[in-house]
């Protein structure tokens, strides 16, 4: 079956603007995670959601950050006024549920570039 | 969640067995072992997991010592697609009301050569 799918696989853009990435999870997973991965470090979490229940925003790097889930489906990451320091991988991940044994399954990645 | 300690790198030839030992002196009893690899420019991707006792799937087999704390995780035969950095993990099995995110360190960088 499908995946996790990210959009757009690349995205450039000038320090100010803001960017939104987009996720789509693998059909009926409740959780979904997102991640990035700078040049040269490992993964870092970001947020996590469950359900109706509410994200876990502890990774958040600041508040211009931020991202939802609607529909209990697709997950959208807004960085706001992007600096140089968000260059970056960011990563999405599904599970079907959030206990431990769940297995994460990771989509491609967006590569963001900020100029 | 427990930290793990893994070497940086390791070279296999092909066709051999690749053998990635992992460190977790600190691992609890609810903790458990994940292994994980990011191939180049791709998502990370699941291998394997263990509680306490060895496993095997059709990637790999997952070594767990008796007092848990270290693992091997071995690809029996390593072929050049095995080229990857392979993270150990740790995670607890009583976050269900914090998630089950995962904490990747620095991971090993293996790489199979013909």
């Known amino acids: 079956g499908a995946g996790v799918s990210q959009s757009p696989s690349n995205k450039v853009t000038e320090k100010g603007k803001d960017v939104e990435l987009r996720c789509d999870p693998i059909?009926?997973?409740?959780?979904l995670y997102w991640y990035r991965q700078s040049l040269g470090q490992g993964l870092e979490f970001l947020i996590y959601?469950?359900?109706?229940?509410?994200?876990?925003k502890s990774g958040l790097p600041s508040d211009r950050f931020s991202a939802e889930r609607t529909g209990g489906s697709v997950s959208t990451l807004t960085i706001q006024r992007t600096q140089q320091e968000d260059s970056a991988v960011y990563l999405c991940?599904?599970?079907?549920?959030?206990?431990?044994?769940?297995?994460?399954?990771f989509g491609p990645g967006t590569r963001l570039t900020v100029l | 969640d427990a930290k793990t300690t893994q070497p940086t790198s390791m070279d296999c030839a092909e066709g051999r067995a690749a053998n990635l030992p992992c460190n977790h002196s600190?691992?609890?009893?609810?903790?458990?072992v994940y292994w994980y690899r990011q191939i180049h420019s791709q998502g990370p991707q699941y291998i394997i997991h263990?509680?306490?006792n060895n496993e095997t799937n059709e990637m790999a087999s997952l070594i767990i010592t008796e007092d848990r704390k270290s693992s091997t995780l071995i690809l029996p035969h390593a072929t050049l697609r095995d080229t990857a950095v392979y993270y150990c993990?740790?995670?607890?099995?009583?976050?269900?009301?914090?998630?089950?995110?995962?904490?990747f360190g620095q991971g090993t960088e293996l790489s199979v050569k013909p």
């Open positions: 600190t691992i609890s009893g609810n903790e458990y």
């Open positions: 059909s009926g997973h409740t959780a």
């Open positions: 263990g509680l306490k």
């Open positions: 959601f469950q359900g109706n229940s509410a994200p876990d």
């Open positions: 993990i740790v995670r607890d099995t009583k976050i269900y009301n914090q998630g089950g995110k995962l904490i």
């Open positions: 991940a599904s599970s079907q549920d959030s206990f431990s044994t769940d297995t994460q399954y």
